[in-house]
T-cell receptor, first 111, second 113 residues
Framework: DGGITQSPKYLFRKEGQNVTLSCEQN?????MYWYRQDPGQGLRLIYY???????QKGDIAEGYSVSREKKESFPLTVTSAQKNPTAFYLC??????????FGNGTRLTVT | EDKVVQSPLSLVVHEGDTVTLNCSYE??????LLWYKQEKKAPTFLFML????IEKKSGRLSSILDKKELSSILNITATQTGDSAIYLC?????????????FGTGTRLKVLA
């Protein structure tokens, strides 16, 4: 989706290091979401934010942190406390009654 | 616990075949059901179904919501190799007072030439 930019596309890290995934949007959407996708498990919600300076834990928030200082940006930090961080991470936004719009994702590999 | 179940998990067909993908759900305070197509990266939106819009069609794709059976189907007629993808179903509900989407595991469709 041209309105949502996730970077980097691929990320490699050593175990024990924190890493931050970027998500920027120019759709002027209030709500932003982070999902994790693993083979055979569908998308699982990590964190979401419905307005600036406010965010809530999703279903699998342990080992992750976020911030929402600007409407356009919702970065996700994967900390060393996350036991199985290797996954495909998707950022999404939505507005009112619209469906979720997704970015192209970041594939994180931790060794 | 809220859940969304998709079937089959995977499917292999030949070009020209018709396929039906299934999505069943148990979600508190149902609001909407969405279908997405995911090829390599970002899931792309196909349909949104609600109580006021239970049937949608776009070209060779169509979808129906059955609120009585708590399920939805996605039909693809005259399949093409470009239809090969993972098809995701997501249901919006409010189990704990806040509306969120719950995703199924997806159906992986492969269309052979």
């Amino acid at each position: 989706d041209g309105g949502i930019t996730q970077s980097p596309k691929y990320l490699f890290r050593k175990e024990g290091q924190n890493v931050t995934l970027s998500c920027e949007q120019n759709l002027n959407h209030d709500a932003m979401y982070w999902y994790r996708q693993d083979p055979g498990q569908g998308l699982r919600l990590i964190y979401y934010s419905q307005i600036v300076n406010d965010f809530q834990k999703g279903d699998i928030a342990e080992g992750y942190s976020v911030s929402r200082e600007k409407k356009e940006s919702f970065p996700l930090t994967v900390t060393s406390a996350q036991k199985n961080p290797t996954a495909f991470y998707l950022c999404a936004t939505r507005d009112s009654n619209s469906p979720l719009h997704f970015g192209n994702g970041t594939r994180l590999t931790v060794t | 616990e809220d859940k969304v179940v998709q079937s089959p998990l995977s499917l292999v067909v030949h070009e020209g075949d018709t396929v039906t993908l299934n999505c069943s759900y148990e979600v508190t305070n149902f609001r909407s059901l969405l279908w997405y197509k995911q090829e390599k990266k970002a899931p792309t939106f196909l349909f949104m179904l609600t109580s006021s819009g239970i049937e949608k069609k776009s070209g060779r794709l169509s979808s129906i919501l059955d609120k009585k059976e708590l399920s939805s189907i996605l039909n693809i007629t005259a399949t093409q190799t470009g239809d090969s993808a993972i098809y995701l179903c997501a249901v919006e509900g409010a189990a704990s007072g806040t509306y969120k989407y719950i995703f199924g595991t997806g159906t992986r469709l492969k269309v052979l030439a």
